[in-house]
């Protein structure tokens, strides 16, 4: 079946304005992740779904980055009044679960966020 | 929280010869430790992966080992090829708290032919 979607898949927007990156992951996967790769750099957490919620928000840098969930599937990251520090690469993954097993997280291709 | 260091940072060598990628974790509880492979421009594909229940794991030109005592796992590419260029991330994670990975900076390699 398909694999985990991301849009768009390329985003430039002027500092100060919102952006929305969506993620459809694969079917059937409860579990949802987000991280944020900066150029030449490796994955940082930044939020865990677990059906429609959200149990670690952890990883979230600043009140300016929301992420929510809905009907267990598709995936919204907003982050409002963007800085040119969030340019990067935003990912997401899912897995079938988190038990023992099921924990493999599929990753999508990304949305690369340039914000000017 | 839970530090994985990987290295080294980029790794050159010739079509044939193996290629060796060492990370380590500071969280003992840690116990699901996957290897990524990341393409220019594309998303990190899962390449291999191991459990804390064992100590090493096989699959074609690639294996991984893991030592919980030192709390080290390390990616093994036999006979490269240069389609294996690209950047490889460990990872580590508790199989709790919805499993959220935590990734090494990255390694670079580069399989000349």
């Known amino acids: 079946g398909a694999g985990v979607s991301q849009s768009p898949s390329n985003k430039v927007t002027e500092k100060g304005k919102d952006v929305e990156l969506r993620c459809d992951p694969i079917?059937?996967?409860?579990?949802l992740y987000w991280y944020r790769q900066r150029l030449g750099q490796g994955l940082e957490f930044l939020i865990y779904?677990?059906?429609?919620?959200?149990?670690?928000k952890s990883g979230l840098p600043s009140d300016r980055f929301s992420a929510e969930r809905t009907g267990e599937s598709v995936s919204t990251l907003t982050i409002q009044r963007t800085q040119q520090e969030d340019s990067a690469v935003y990912l997401c993954a899912s897995s079938l679960g988190e038990r023992e097993g099921l924990e493999t997280q599929y990753f999508g291709p990304g949305t690369r966020l340039l914000v000017l | 929280g839970e530090n994985v260091e990987q290295h080294p940072s980029t790794l050159s060598v010739q079509e044939g010869d193996s290629a060796v990628i060492k990370c380590t974790y500071s969280?003992?509880?840690?116990?699901?430790f996957p290897w990524y492979k990341q393409e220019l421009g594309k998303g990190p594909q899962l390449i291999i992966d191991?459990?804390?229940?064992?100590g090493e794991k096989k699959d074609q030109r690639i294996a991984v080992t893991l030592n919980k005592t030192a709390k080290h796992f390390s990616l093994h590419i036999t006979e490269t090829q240069p389609e294996d260029s690209a950047v490889y991330f460990c990872?580590?994670?508790?199989?709790?708290?919805?499993?959220?990975?935590?990734f090494g900076a990255g390694t670079i390699l580069r399989v000349k032919s």
């Open positions: 969280d003992s509880a840690s116990n699901y």
């Open positions: 779904f677990q059906g429609n919620s959200a149990p670690d």
């Open positions: 191991i459990r804390s229940n064992v």
């Open positions: 079917s059937g996967h409860t579990a």
């Open positions: 990872a580590a994670s508790k199989g709790s708290w919805g499993n959220k990975l935590v």
